[in-house]
């Protein structure tokens, strides 16, 4: 019986890949809604999918659904407290709903995670950024470009910290760039 029971759940785990796999193609696909409702198939199969949230969450926001969002990526970091994905996911979501403070605090612990997360270093620096910390903008724009030295938006945002910081000559040489990598 014991044997059984741990086929079943074998399959039903199996399953939920397989849903999972068909979300992240229509999800691809730009198919937002048919991604979720993959996801959800796969979520039911398998409570702890902690991708699977973190991607529903994805699909949801692409559709705007900002705060259904969050609450997906909060069930990912439920499912897997390390997923440093989904904790910029999440500040992104809560950028998006002007949750700057929110925001920052989540790419924070994505970064401490996650240390050479370029892309959580971009959004913290656009985040201080919008909320005139430009110093601490320069510093984490900087370190996503170390990361990624073709992050043209990267560039871009902070030639404008530069240029408020009154630092002319280095914002220029950043549009300069980011304008070259846009291309």
């Known amino acids: 019986m014991d044997r059984e029971r741990h086929d079943f759940i074998d399959r039903q785990l199996q399953n939920a890949v397989i849903y999972y796999n068909h979300a992240v193609a229509n999800f691809r696909l730009g198919a937002y809604a048919e991604a979720i409702a993959n996801y959800d198939r796969a979520i039911a199969l398998d409570c702890n999918f902690a991708e699977a949230y973190n991607n529903r969450g994805l699909a949801k926001s692409e559709l705007g659904f900002y705060r259904e969002a969050i609450d997906d990526y ?72 170390e990361l990624d030295p073709h992050d043209a938006e990267s560039r871009y945002i902070r030639a404008l910290s530069q240029e408020r910081l009154g630092n002319r000559q280095q914002a220029m040489i950043d549009l300069n760039l980011a304008a070259s990598l846009f291309q």
């Open 74 to 145: 909060n069930l990912a970091i439920d499912c897997d407290p390390k997923l440093a994905r989904a904790y910029n996911n999440c500040g992104i979501s809560r950028y998006q709903l002007g949750d700057l403070e929110g925001a920052i605090l989540d790419y924070n612990i994505a970064l401490a995670l996650a240390p050479n997360l370029a892309e959580a270093y971009y959004n913290r620096g656009h985040a201080r950024f919008a909320t005139g910390d430009d110093r601490g903008a320069l510093s984490d724009l900087s370190l996503a470009i």
